[in-house]
Each structure stands twice: as structure tokens, then as C-alpha cells.
């Protein structure tokens, strides 16, 4: 049992937020105080924590007073501004926002990974991009047998990636449609109902949008290997809170389909589902609610010279690992 | 205007059948005589065709005396019995199954690209698969200019695929997970509504589905290279009826975005929407109903030494250039 003097959520009342909430009943922790911080618009509110009812406060510069961790999931503006004021107050603040991720003073982890990287931070370590976790979660544990050296990946993303008001819109929107209603996008900046779309993050330069940039950067940081190649396709997909990920992969060894099986069946937090007979695969609705990255489709690539190349389907929770869980397993190992 | 004496179309209830029905209308086509055939279950059904109420026939041994063209859409099954039968009577047959495509003697065609090879057909012309079609339509263009050394897809395919009544699941499906019932799949083998799943066609001893192993045999028959390397991993969506692919493409020469987009925004049957400024590109919503297929996200792959790698994102009408259009093409062609 891990014991934690003083905690606070920031943003505990979003989907990430409130899905930290759930896993601090469920992990080996414990908690002392628990404060649950949101804007003033969400202050107020009673969240029940391991049945205790907390009243989400207002989050202020005078929050973290006497508060030894705190988990933000609110934006990244709300980090930029805050989490420099929890850390003056000697907080060691996890931040699921992009805002400090690519600091190098900041530690970027995904605990099954690079769990040594805690040692370095500052005060402030990040949690990476959802797509990042799910992805690195499947290639590291091949990676370390035989250095990759290529990633090309092309994401099915859940609208739980751009927050609970997406989610939302998902449902009613797809209502709409059904009910031969017009519909308009509201939260998303397309239709999401019967619709898929690029990621609608700005692109950059290079044609990359954001989202594909972090899968790009984060995870060269995560491996710590700055130059490796990898490219990546991030699209909106019509599905509630799983993050799906289509990803071939370049070895500098050759590989085969059950030797990648081998490995990856003793990974921590991966479960193999790779039924070729049943066609039983990774699928949203199982990954949904689920602690493990699903992964199957584990093949050779056809295309790759030498038995290099390997083809692989994820599907993870985008909110559990994806954010909220691996944002609560930096805090054990931190506070462990 | 090609005209045509006596035109049978061979599953005429079903997505594809209704579809090429419709174009018969919209394109320089005139029929003199059209039978509409299908299963004895379906005859007896009327479908309006250029404002004629026409009654679909049972298909029979006879159905074809007379007949010069006949468009099989009604699965392998029907047209590996009934095309050799239609043959046999003299008609040309532009089959949309899978049953043919791979005979030596039987031309594989999308007219954009091959419209050659109808040359050598001795009576079956091969629809190609769906996929394969919308993936083609945006990698021959460039092909031609710089020859493709590699292909790598992800596919996001529309229920359609699958046929009408997978159209309908999706809907019911969906309608009936809003409401809170319980659901069972029934056309396809997984639950669609809000979820996603690996193509559920059969797997071969290498681990790739048949929908993917399509994709990689017909591309090759359609470009004439016999062993231009591909790998795809093909994922049904709960989407109706257009087909998104993410394309990773590696070429001989190098080539830049601008060059591909110069070249695919001249290409026939292509349009480019890659509007990286608006956050606009291919969306099924947009591509559904469209003869065109859809292209854009076009970017220098970062992933590929010297400039030779191409991402795109492309989007097609499942039923439309996917499947129909494509058929009507071969036989405005034929009777041309």
C-alpha cells in the first residue's frame, strides 16, 4: 500500500479527472487528504471517492498549500499557469497536458518504460500523449529485444481525446442523425456522427498535425533514441473512449510474427488477443474499461526485405491508460 | 452516348445492383432492353429506372439468351455458377465478385488505369475489390511519374462493404445502443455500432485477412508489377458507405507534396481536398455519393530517407467508385 499524505485532482471534474478518482479506489493507495480542484463554474460539485462525497473546489493560486501531489488534467493552459505555483509550493505535480512534455528538464513516462526517468524531474513530470502511450506500450517490449527502426502508424481515435463534451456530442449527435434531424458540430470541428476525420489539430510545415507530432517527438523522448524514423496518421474515428492503432514496424533484426507473439505475451499491461481462427481481434469495445493495451493482427510484413518488418492492431483505453492510469502509476512509483 | 442492345444486371436489389441502376440513368448510356435479375426471393420487385417501372426476374440458366452485357453483383457464389452459364450464351460479364479476378484470362480493370487490358478478355471482366479500387485511383497517377517501390495501408471501411443489410445493422445497431437494449451482431460478425474491428474475412497462413491479400494481389495485376511489394491491414468502421485509407507510399525518385499534389489534382476521377489551413480533408460524409475519390493529407513522409516517401489519406464511395461506377465504366468501354 502506497501512502500519500496530501493529493489533489486539477480538473476533477473532466473525464480524466473523474477517472483518477475511480482508480484511487482501486490501486494500492492511500490517500490522506484528497483535494479535488476544477474552475469555479464546476466548484461545488460532490464527487464520491471510495464513498466518501468530496466537494470539488475552485482552483486557485493558494491550492497547494501542504498538498505533496497533484495530478492535472485540465488543459494546458491551465498547467502553464498552475503547475509552476504547485511546484513553488513544493508539490510534485503529474501533468497529462502537452504543456511541459518536451522540457528537457521534464521526465516523459510511461512507468513500464521508462520509470528511471522520474529520477531527473524537477517538480514537474509529464504524461504523455494518449496515442503515444497505447502505441509505445506494444512497440518498447519489442524494441528491447530488437531495435526498431522504423514506426509508421495510423491511429482510430476514440472522441474521449478531446474530452467529455466530445463524448457527449458523439451520442447526441449520432441521435440526431438517426431521428433525420440536421446537425451541426459543436465540440469536434466536424461531424462525428456516421463521420471520421483527420485529427483537428493545427498542421505544421511539414503537413504533420499536432497530434502526429507528439506521437512523433514523444516517443523518440520515451525511448530515448532522438533520430528514430516514425510516422504518423492520427484520425477522428466514431467510437466513445478506445484508441485503435493500425502500426507496421522496421527491425534491425529479422522477427517473426510468434516470436513478436512471445514477447509481447509477458509484457506488463499488454494482453495479446490474436485469435486468427475465431477473428477474434482488438476491438474498442473490449479495450474499453480495461488496465491493458489489447494487441493483435501480429504478423511478418510482406513488404519488408528480410523478415524485418512487422504488422500489428492496439486498441486501448484512451482515458484509463491512455491518461488517467498511467498518470496514477507515475504517482506509485513516485511516492512508493 | 454507347449504346447497348440488351443489358442484364445481375443482383439487382442489392447496394451495388440499385446503384448501377441509378448510373445507368446519369451516365451517356442507352439500354435498349434492361433485365433486372436476383434471387427468387427478390423477383417480382419493382425498380424505377429512367422513370420505367421495371420487375426483377428470378436468375436462371436462361436468363441470358440474348443478353450483350450482363453486371454480376450478387456475390461469388452466383457468379461462379451463372457467369460461365452467361458466357457460354454469348453476353460479355463485368463481374463485381471476387471469383474471377485472379484468372490470367480474365482482365482485372479500373478504366482510369488499364483500360488496355479489356483487350484480351475471352467473355468475364473482373470489378476489382472495393479497396483496392480507392487506393488505386490516387497511387497510379503517381506511380506513373515515379515508379512505386512500396506500399503500406490502413484501411477504414465502411459497412457497405459487407451489403445492404450491414448498412441496415449499422443503423439498427447504433439506434438500438443509444436506447440502452441489448445487441447481438447478425450481418457482421461483430458488433459495429460505436466499435471497430479487423476486416472479418478469413485468415491465410501469413496472418493477412482476404480483404488485405486482395488488396495486394489486385494492385499488382492492375499495375503490372507482379511483385510490387504491399502489406494493408483492413479495419471495418461504423461508417456507412465510403472507405477511408491511410497510404504510405515509398518511391524510386524522390518527390515533395507539392509534386503529388500537382500530379493527383489533374489526375482523373481524383479531386484533392487537402486544405491544411481550414483543417479540411477526405471525410466519408463528403465522399459518400461522389464519383470522385477523394484525396489529401499529402506530405513528405519524415520517416523515409532522400525524400522518397509519400503519406496520403484518401476517401471513396464505397458503393459508387468502389464498387457500381467502376463496373459502368468497363462497360461504357466495351460498347464505347
Not at 488534467?73 to 508539490?91: E, T, Y
Not at 534491425?252 to 475465431?278: K, M, Q
Request: with cysteine; glycine share 8%.
Amino acid at each position: 500500500m502506497v501512502k500519500i499524505g496530501q493529493l489533489a485532482v486539477v480538473g476533477a471534474t473532466g473525464a480524466v479527472g473523474k477517472e483518477v478518482c475511480t482508480l484511487l479506489e482501486r490501486r494500492s493507495l492511500s490517500v490522506g487528504t484528497l483535494s479535488l480542484l476544477a474552475s469555479a463554474r464546476s466548484a461545488g460539485q460532490s464527487i464520491k471517492v471510495n464513498d466518501r462525497n468530496i466537494t470539488v473546489q475552485e482552483l486557485t493560486e493558494k491550492s497547494f498549500h501542504g498538498v505533496d501531489y497533484a495530478i492535472f488534467s485540465a488543459g494546458g493552459g491551465v498547467s502553464k499557469k498552475f503547475a509552476p505555483i504547485a511546484k513553488a509550493a513544493g508539490c510534485v505535480v503529474i501533468d497529462n497536458s502537452s504543456a511541459f512534455r518536451m522540457d528537457s528538464d521534464v521526465p516523459l513516462v510511461v512507468p513500464e518504460i521508462n520509470p528511471g526517468d522520474l529520477d531527473y524531474h524537477q517538480g514537474i513530470i509529464a504524461n504523455p500523449n494518449c496515442s503515444t502511450i497505447i502505441m509505445n506500450m506494444v512497440v518498447w517490449p519489442l524494441h528491447r529485444e530488437n531495435p526498431v527502426r522504423r514506426i509508421a502508424v495510423s491511429t482510430y481515435q476514440a472522441a474521449s481525446g478531446a474530452g467529455q463534451a466530445a463524448m457527449q456530442e458523439l451520442t447526441s449527435q449520432t441521435a440526431d442523425v438517426l431521428a433525420g434531424w440536421p446537425v451541426e458540430p459543436k465540440v469536434l470541428s466536424h461531424l462525428i456522427a456516421f463521420n471520421l476525420f483527420s485529427h483537428d489539430t493545427p498542421i505544421g510545415q511539414d503537413g504533420y498535425n499536432q497530434e502526429e507530432r507528439k506521437m512523433i517527438d514523444e516517443t523518440r523522448k520515451i525511448f530515448h533514441v532522438p533520430d528514430l524514423p516514425i510516422t504518423a496518421t492520427c484520425v477522428r474515428v466514431p467510437i466513445p473512449r478506445a484508441h485503435s492503432e493500425s502500426i507496421n514496424l522496421s527491425f534491425e533484426n529479422p522477427i517473426s510474427a510468434s516470436d513478436a507473439r512471445e514477447i509481447l505475451s509477458t509484457a506488463p499491461g499488454v494482453r495479446v488477443v490474436d485469435d486468427a481462427i475465431a477473428n477474434h481481434f482488438p476491438m474498442p469495445i473490449e479495450a474499453t474499461g480495461q488496465d491493458d493495451c489489447l494487441v493483435g493482427r501480429i504478423r511478418q510484413d510482406v513488404s519488408q526485405p528480410g523478415g524485418c518488418g512487422l504488422e500489428l492492431f492496439v486498441c486501448g483505453d484512451q482515458i484509463r491508460k491512455g491518461a488517467a492510469l498511467n498518470a496514477v502509476q507515475i504517482l506509485e512509483c513516485l511516492a512508493g
